[in-house]
């Protein structure tokens, strides 16, 4: 591209085009950032939230005593130690790794849903087996109890 300036120079990529040159000339080919919409999105986000900090303690009551300090626990003192030395009972674990089973069955399953007339097959064979490995874990966590509550 020859420099002339104030004079109209062709494109180099688009002879069919001119651009002025000098004061008036617009940086780039007119084409915007594909990560600008994400920075201004992310720009929004940052604002929102550090003026929800600010205009909460600037906002909110400033009454503090011994009470409003102390942790909360459901109503009880709060103890230093845990009740039965902190250990949790092995239902909690059952139902823990039942809720993340089916949750990632659900996170496979609704794909699969949405493109089952494309897939074929082999996609059906394999959901078949994924869903058998799933009614293991169920009958496993049911065996052990885990869906009883007393």
Known sequence: MLLDPGG???HPRHPDRTQTTGPDASEGDGTVNPY???LVLMAIAAGFAVFSVLAGSLAGP???NRAKLDAYECGIEPTPHAVGGGRFPVKYYL???LF????????FLLPFAVGFDSLG???LF???LFIGAVFVAYAYVWKRGGLEWE
């Open 36 to 38: 600008a919409p994400i």
């Open 62 to 64: 400033r009454r503090y």
């Open 121 to 123: 097959l082999f996609a």
């Open 126 to 128: 394999e959901m078949v």
């Open 8 to 10: 109209p120079v062709v």
């Open 95 to 97: 139902v823990a790794m």
């Open 100 to 107: 993340i089973v089916f949750d990632i069955e659900s996170v």
